[in-house]
């Protein structure tokens, strides 16, 4: 007894729907579940009136050197991964400091306002307790 394979189109549409019901019970990222989105804001706040210059990096993003003019923001955002990592160096007249501005495993919260000062970088996640 032989057995007949299905044409192709029933193989092709069997394909599809199973993709689209997949999509369907949210496998993967769906509307309630996608990671959530950070916004870090790095405001210069040298007394000196030095403009700041800061080179944030990730082990795979470089998010270039940026130039904040004193009492301004660079405002940074992106979508959270767990074991994520933002290293930045901050560096103003003879100065240069380095400092983890986001770590995923350390920062809850979406919404961090960092104060960069000469004695170094102080911290606010969602309107709670300064660091």
């Excluded at 189109?9 to 019970?25: E, H």
């Excluded at 950070?38 to 210069?44: C, F, G, P, S």
């Excluded at 940074?76 to 995923?104: M, P, R, V, Y």
Aim: charged letters at 20%.
């Amino acid at each position: 007894m032989r057995t007949s394979l299905p044409p192709k189109r029933v193989v092709s549409l069997s394909m599809i729907i199973v993709t689209l019901i997949a999509f369907k019970f949210n496998v993967g990222y769906g509307d309630d579940d996608t990671p959530p989105s950070i916004v870090i804001n790095v405001y210069n706040r040298l007394s000196n009136s030095e403009e700041l210059v800061v080179d944030c990096k990730t082990l795979s993003r470089d998010l270039g050197i940026q130039k904040i003019p004193v009492n301004q923001a660079w405002i940074i955002k992106f979508t959270k991964f767990s074991n994520q990592l933002f290293k930045c160096t901050f560096a103003w007249g003879n100065e240069s400091h380095g400092f983890d501005i986001f770590a995923a495993s350390r920062d809850i919260g979406s919404v961090f306002n960092w104060d960069i000062h000469e004695s170094g970088p102080c911290g606010q996640a969602d309107g709670g307790p300064t660091k």
